[in-house]
């Protein structure tokens, strides 16, 4: 099994955007991660999908040249809930201007539920319109609920941060993952308690990080940190970018 944290760099959220009680602390880092385990090579959140002054480069893109992967050995994108931070990097525009998908060959893992709720959230908007060509395409995949995808990674809807947010986890060699996509973003979001204004459900929200504490404790979990600028990957703060196992 290879993970790889991908960074995409880090951004500015505007400041209703960042959490209560983090002062001065506006630059939200954005790192979705690579994972290759069996046969499989996964890409689990995409980035904004920023491209460079020539509009041909793109970082995450590059990034995964750099670890030695093409973006066609992408088989499944995993997307734990439709912000733009997570879900951009999907697409890129054409001359003509429309959409194409910058991994054509990927199938495509979303909530059903979630995308249905943000084409109606974003109508009459760019994202409304990227989602519309997510949700035409051949090869998403529509998924309800909780389950497993091909017996690796267990998916679960926590709702909280977005109303179908969902989570991932995978065992390998008795080490457990979470990719806790926006409730288990920074190392803060675990043991902190706080309300944040970034969450769909501030309550619910700050009731499933604790919960999801006791978890991460209880099972030793290993996070997959997407907004953290100091950890990619949190094990009782050991940190580490890359894994070959
Ligand atoms: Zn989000």
Do not use: W
Request: positive net charge.
């Amino acid at each position: 099994m290879k993970l790889i944290a991908l960074n995409e760099g880090s951004y500015k959220f505007l400041k209703k955007s960042v959490p209560l009680n983090i002062k001065n602390n506006y630059n939200i880092t954005v790192q979705p991660f690579l994972l290759n385990i069996k046969n499989f090579t996964y890409l689990i959140d995409t980035g904004l999908g920023f491209i460079d002054n020539d509009y041909k480069n793109n970082t995450i893109l590059n990034n995964i040249e750099k670890y030695g992967y093409k973006h066609n050995d992408i088989s499944k994108i995993l997307i734990t809930h439709l912000h733009p931070d997570h879900f951009g990097g999907l697409f890129r525009k054409n001359h003509n201007n429309k959409y194409e998908f910058n991994f054509p060959n990927s199938m495509i893992y979303v909530q059903k539920k979630e995308i249905e709720y943000f084409i109606d959230f974003y109508k009459n908007s760019l994202y409304s319109d990227m989602l519309q060509f997510l949700y035409n395409h051949k090869k998403t995949i529509f998924l309800n609920g909780n389950g497993v995808i091909d017996n690796i990674i267990n998916y679960y809807i926590t709702g909280g941060h977005t109303k179908y947010h969902q989570i991932f986890t995978l065992n390998n060699y008795n080490i457990n993952y979470m990719f806790g996509g926006d409730i288990i973003a920074i190392p803060e979001h675990i043991d902190i308690k706080f309300k944040t204004s970034y969450d769909f459900d501030k309550t619910y929200a700050m009731y499933l990080r604790k919960k999801l504490t006791k978890i991460i404790h209880l099972n030793n979990y290993t996070c997959l940190l997407y907004h953290s600028k100091k950890y990619k990957i949190k094990v009782n703060f050991f940190e580490e970018r890359y894994f070959p196992y």
